[in-house]
C-alpha cells in the first residue's frame, strides 16, 4: 500500500496541517502508519483524492510522490539500475531544469509584485503630500481672511465691548445692593391681580414676576391660583378682592361707603372668568 507522509499532502493540497487534521475530522477520515516508521502520519492517495475532491482542491503533487505514485502504479517494472548506470542520471538532469524554471518563474512573480507594492506606495505618498498641502492653503486663507475682518472692525469690536462691560457693572452693583425695607414692605402688600385690559383680553399680573404669559381658565391659571392666597379682580363693570378660606374655598369682598359685602366665590377649580364676572356682577348689583 502506498502512502505519502503528512507534509507531502499538505503540499499537494496546499494547505497547512492543522487545516489537513480539521478536514480529515470532518470527512471522518484517519491517518496511516508509515510501513518502516510508524512515527511518521501518512494518508493514502484515496484519501488524499477524497479530500480534494470534497474541497474542491487541485492536487499538486511534488516530484517524490509522482515518483512513488509511479512506482505502485508499475509494480513489474525492471528494479532501478545502480547509481552509476547512465538512466538515473538522465532523469535527474531532466528533473533539474524543471525544477529550476519553476523557481525561476516565482523569482520572477515576486520581483513584479514587489515593484508594484513600491509604485503604489509611492503614489500613496504623493497623494499625502498633496492633501496635506491643499489643507495648508485652505487654512492659510481662512486665517487671511479672518484677520482683514478682525482689522476692519475691531474698533466696533471694542467699543461694543467695552459697552457690555459697563452694562454688566451696573446690573452686577444693582444684583448685589439689597432692597430698601420700604420697598420690601411695599412689594409684600401688592397683590396679585387680573384685569380687563384695554384690548378686551384679560390680563394676568404677578408682583414679582410681571405679566404671566398663559391664559385664563387654563391648567396653569388653575395651578396659579392654587399657590395664592389673594387676588385682586378688575372685570367689565365691578371689581373685587377674593381671598381664600380654607384650603380650596374662596371668598369675595368688596368695600363701599364704610360697609363691606362679601359673596362666595366656589372651590379653586370653580374660578373661572365667567365665575368671577358672575360675582362682581353680583357685588356691584348690591351697591346699587
Excluded at 146 to 152: F, G, K, M, P, R
Aim: net charge positive; proline share 8%; with cysteine.
Amino acid at each position: 500500500m502506498t502512502t505519502i507522509p503528512q507534509m507531502e499532502c499538505c503540499t499537494m493540497l496546499g494547505i497547512d496541517p492543522k487545516t489537513l487534521r480539521n478536514w480529515l475530522r470532518h470527512a471522518q477520515l484517519h491517518f496511516v502508519a508509515h510501513p518502516t516508521d510508524a512515527r511518521l502520519k501518512c494518508l493514502t492517495p484515496e484519501q488524499v483524492q477524497q479530500l480534494a475532491a470534497l474541497h474542491a482542491r487541485p492536487l499538486q503533487p511534488p516530484a517524490a510522490t509522482s515518483a512513488a505514485l509511479r512506482q505502485e502504479a508499475s509494480p513489474l517494472a525492471p528494479p532501478l539500475a545502480p547509481p552509476s548506470s547512465p538512466e538515473p542520471n538522465k532523469a535527474q538532469v531532466a528533473d533539474a531544469p524543471a525544477s529550476g524554471s519553476e523557481a525561476a518563474g516565482l523569482r520572477t512573480a515576486v520581483s513584479g509584485l514587489e515593484a508594484k507594492v513600491m509604485a503604489l506606495q509611492e503614489q500613496l505618498a504623493h497623494l499625502t503630500l498633496e492633501l496635506l498641502r491643499e489643507r495648508s492653503e485652505r487654512y492659510e486663507r481662512r486665517l487671511s481672511s479672518l484677520e482683514a475682518l478682525l482689522s476692519q472692525g475691531a474698533p466696533l469690536l471694542f467699543a461694543k465691548t467695552e459697552e457690555m462691560s459697563v452694562v454688566d457693572h451696573h446690573k452686577a452693583r444693582s444684583s448685589q445692593r439689597s432692597p430698601h425695607p420700604g420697598e420690601l414692605q411695599a412689594r409684600s402688600r401688592v397683590i396679585p391681580r387680573v384685569e380687563l385690559g384695554a384690548a378686551g383680553s384679560y390680563v394676568l399680573i404677578c408682583p414679582h414676576e410681571g405679566e404671566l404669559a398663559f391664559p385664563t381658565d387654563s391648567p396653569e391659571w388653575f395651578e396659579w391660583l392654587c399657590s395664592l392666597s389673594s387676588f385682586r379682580f378688575i372685570g367689565h363693570a365691578a371689581r373685587f378682592t377674593a381671598y381664600r378660606e380654607g384650603l380650596r374655598s374662596w371668598r369675595a369682598s368688596r368695600s363701599f361707603r364704610g360697609q363691606t359685602h362679601k359673596q362666595s366665590l366656589g372651590t379653586t377649580d370653580r374660578l373661572s372668568i365667567a365665575r368671577l364676572e358672575e360675582v362682581a356682577g353680583m357685588l356691584q348689583a348690591r351697591l346699587t
